[in-house]
């Protein structure tokens, strides 16, 4: 199993009740029932207001390298990433478990 974690820090000036925010929060809590390859979905915003705290966290698992390479591919994570390419950056960790 290969878990995926992501975690988000919106842009400068960027809030997370902005529609566009919203909107983007949405389209990654839908992708847990659209994309087969995910074994384990969730996602949420970060609760607490620490300055080195991300925003809004992924953390999802699939079954293999190949898995994880349909997902990354996968229209609707095409789709829902490109939303939060406009207003925010992230980091990413892949790792087997």
């Known amino acids: 199993m290969i878990r ?6 919106l842009n400068e000036g960027v ?6 925010v919203a909107a983007g929060a ?22 607490t207001d ?3 705290a991300y925003d809004f ?3 999802s698992a699939v079954a293999d390298t190949d898995a994880l390479k349909r997902y990354i591919e ?8 490109g939303q ?3 207003f925010a950056t992230w980091v990413i960790a ?3 478990f």
């Open 4 to 9: 995926h974690l992501v975690l988000f820090k």
């Open 15 to 20: 809030e997370r009740d902005e529609p566009r």
């Open 26 to 47: 949405k389209a990654f809590r839908e992708l847990g029932g659209v994309i087969p390859e995910l074994e384990f979905w969730e996602c949420g915003w970060n609760i």
């Open 50 to 52: 620490r300055p080195v």
């Open 57 to 59: 966290a992924i953390n």
């Open 74 to 81: 996968h229209p609707d994570h095409q789709a829902a990433a």
């Open 84 to 86: 939060w390419r406009e």
């Open 94 to 96: 892949d790792y087997e």
